[in-house]
């Protein structure tokens, strides 16, 4: 009975630590973007996300917000880092602004590539479709 408890004791310890672990990944600050609907600044030459996740081949609305005064950004989505093939190029616009851009996700799940052109080897990003 005693060392029924312990391995009791045991299994909700790992679980407690499995669901701990879980919730801090998913709650990094900052540095990931998710959904079908939200926005992406860019300010002091970079990007306030470094992923942008999306469900496959769902109808994208980001609002873009530059806010570097007088400093041309747009964010462009390209099939991977050589960038290529681009999915999307958004438009470039001067701070401190903002536009919209909307598009398709790809269909096929994986991980894609975004950038701004203007400044393609500093801002950068993964776009995960998923
Ligand atoms: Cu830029």
Do not use: W
């Amino acid at each position: 009975m005693q060392q029924r408890r312990s391995i009791m004791t045991f299994i909700a310890l790992i679980t407690l630590v499995a669901l701990v672990t879980g919730c801090a990944v998913k709650t990094t600050p900052g540095t990931m973007t998710e959904g079908t609907t939200f926005t992406v600044t860019a300010m002091g030459m970079a990007f306030d996300t470094a992923t942008i996740t999306v469900p496959a081949g769902a109808h994208l609305t980001i609002t873009f917000r530059n806010n570097d005064e007088g400093v041309f950004h747009n964010i462009a989505f390209y099939m991977s880092s050589a960038a290529t093939t681009f999915i999307y190029k958004g438009a470039r616009i001067t701070g401190v602004s903002s536009i919209t851009y909307t598009f398709d996700a790809p269909t096929t799940p994986g991980m894609y590539f975004f950038r701004c052109d203007v400044h393609p080897t500093t801002m950068t990003g993964q776009f995960i479709v998923q």
